[in-house]
């Protein structure tokens, strides 16, 4: 079931928590239908937000509820995190950046004060190259960031607040309040 109608009590709390996230200007939250067979109870939103550069970064966040708990998340929520963006061809080149993009998510996590277990994912760095009938810009490079942990209460601020952070890391937004000098300067 998906939802927070006759919702266990834990899962409507988190749920709750999510929705009272108020992210910075440039990102945008909504609530989407989760996917229906990974766990009894789920809740889920996608974020989209443009950076400096008009830079998009796509993204969904997933709460996965099983009041039996699962061996593998080590509870009974899970969270899971996905990221998609866009990237120029130098930072792309950075042989780095599968290390710096993971670097993202932990610090965020650590930075909004999340307290987890169980943190897994991957960082995928792809380019690509149309041709023919699908020609379109000579060259694309993109990140992905799948990543999943486990939260140690129901209060998932934190952990919401994390993923926003992620997200405009992603894009290059500087921190809230922090503002940029442009090039002409």
């Not at 006759?6 to 609530?31: G, Y």
């Not at 809740?43 to 796509?58: D, Q, S």
């Not at 999340?114 to 190259?129: F, I, N, Q, R």
């Not at 992905?144 to 607040?161: C, I, K, Q």
């Amino acid at each position: 079931m998906t939802g927070t109608s006759a919702a266990p009590e834990l899962f409507a709390q988190a749920v709750a928590a999510l929705r009272t996230l108020r992210p910075r200007p440039e990102l945008h939250l909504e609530e989407v239908r989760p996917p229906q067979r990974l766990a009894p109870w789920a809740f889920a939103f996608t974020a989209e937000v443009n950076g400096p550069a008009e830079v998009l970064a796509t993204g969904r966040l997933v709460l996965l509820h099983d009041p039996d708990g699962e061996e593998a998340w080590g509870g009974v929520l899970r969270v899971v995190a996905y990221v998609r963006a866009e990237l120029d061809a130098e930072l792309a080149a950075d042989p780095l950046l599968p290390a710096v993009g993971w670097s993202w998510l932990t610090d965020a996590l650590e930075a909004s004060g999340a307290e987890y277990t169980a943190l897994g994912g991957t960082v995928t760095d792809t380019s690509s190259a149309r041709f023919g009938d699908i020609a379109g810009p000579a060259r694309t490079d993109d990140l992905e960031l799948r990543a999943s942990w486990t939260p140690l209460s129901a209060d998932l601020v934190p952990h919401g607040e994390a993923f926003c952070d992620l997200m405009a890391s992603v894009v290059g937004l500087p921190p809230v309040g922090v503002a940029t000098l442009g090039r002409g300067i």
